[in-house]
C-alpha cells in the first residue's frame, strides 16, 4: 500500500533562511507525489507535485521539491524564507494512477519566525 | 476560473441529526472527491466519483454516503451523526479524463461540521 510520512511535527525557521519540510514515500510502482499547503481555517493549495522526469520541481510561491529515488524522499525547499509561509504542509501520495485518491502525510507546521 | 464551491462553510449540529454538504467543482471538472480531515486521524479519503459514478471508497461506515449529479456537482450526506464526525469535509476536484491522471486536486474551503 501505498504511504508518505512526515517525520517532524513542526519546523522553525528564521525569516530569510532556507527551509526544508521532510517527506518518504513508500509506493509500489511509479510514485506521483504532491506538497499542499493549508492556511488557517482554509482549504489545501496545490504547491508542486513530481510524475516523472527531472528531479527537482519547482513550484508555487517560491517552493521546490527533490524528489530522490534511491532514499525514497520528496523534500519541500525554499532558500529563503517569508513569515507568510507559516501554515501546515502535506505531503500525498497518488493512490494509483487511474485514481484522484491522495494518501497524505501528517502534515509539518512550518513557522517563520521575524 | 471560479474555484471550488463547498456549502455551507459552517454548520453545527446534534447527535443523531443528519446532515448534507455540497461541493461545487471547477467548470469543466468531472471528477470530485471528498476528504475528511480531524486533529487526530489527519486528512482521510471518504469518496471519489467521476460522471455520476463512485469509483473508489474510503473506510468509513455506511453512515457516510454522496452521489454526483449530471452537471458533476456533488453532495456528502451523513447520517445519525456522532460526536466523532466533527471535522472540516473538503471536497477536490481534477481535469481528469479517462485513464491515467497525472493532474493535480484543486480543493475547496471545507465545510466545518461541529456535532454537539
Known amino acids: 500500500a501505498q504511504s508518505v510520512a512526515q517525520p517532524e511535527d513542526q519546523v522553525n525557521v528564521a525569516e530569510g533562511n532556507p527551509l526544508t519540510v521532510k517527506c518518504t514515500y513508500s509506493?509500489?510502482?511509479?510514485?506521483?507525489l504532491f506538497w499542499y499547503v493549508q492556511y488557517p481555517n482554509r482549504g489545501l493549495q496545490f504547491l508542486l507535485k513530481?510524475?516523472?522526469?527531472?528531479?527537482l520541481v519547482k513550484g508555487s510561491y517560491g517552493f521546490e521539491a527533490e524528489f530522490n529515488k534511491s532514499q525514497t524522499s520528496f523534500h519541500l525547499k525554499k532558500p529563503s524564507a517569508l513569515v507568510s509561509d507559516s501554515a501546515l504542509y502535506f505531503c500525498?501520495?497518488?493512490?494509483?494512477?487511474?485514481?484522484?485518491?491522495?494518501?497524505f502525510g501528517t502534515g509539518t507546521r512550518l513557522q517563520v519566525f521575524p | 476560473k471560479a474555484g471550488v464551491t463547498q456549502t455551507p462553510r459552517y454548520l453545527i449540529k446534534t447527535r443523531g441529526q443528519q446532515v448534507t454538504l455540497s461541493c461545487s467543482p471547477i467548470?469543466?471538472?468531472?471528477?470530485v472527491s471528498w476528504y475528511q480531515q480531524t486533529p487526530g486521524q489527519g486528512l482521510q479519503f471518504l469518496f471519489e466519483?467521476?460522471?455520476?459514478?463512485?469509483?473508489n471508497k474510503g473506510n468509513f461506515p455506511g453512515r457516510f454516503s454522496g452521489r454526483q449529479f449530471s452537471n458533476s456537482r456533488s453532495e456528502m450526506n451523513v447520517s445519525t451523526l456522532e460526536l466523532g464526525d466533527s471535522a472540516l469535509y473538503l471536497c477536490?476536484?481534477?481535469?481528469?479524463?479517462?485513464?491515467?491522471?497525472?493532474?493535480?486536486?484543486?480543493f475547496g474551503e471545507g465545510s466545518r461540521l461541529t456535532v454537539l
Open positions: 477536490a476536484s481534477s481535469h481528469r479524463a479517462a485513464g491515467t491522471n497525472t493532474g493535480e486536486l484543486f
Open positions: 509506493v509500489s510502482g511509479n510514485p506521483y
Open positions: 513530481y510524475i516523472t522526469g527531472d528531479n
Open positions: 500525498a501520495v497518488r493512490d494509483r494512477s487511474e485514481t484522484d485518491k491522495l494518501i
Open positions: 467548470s469543466g471538472h468531472r471528477s
Open positions: 466519483y467521476f460522471s455520476e459514478t463512485q469509483r
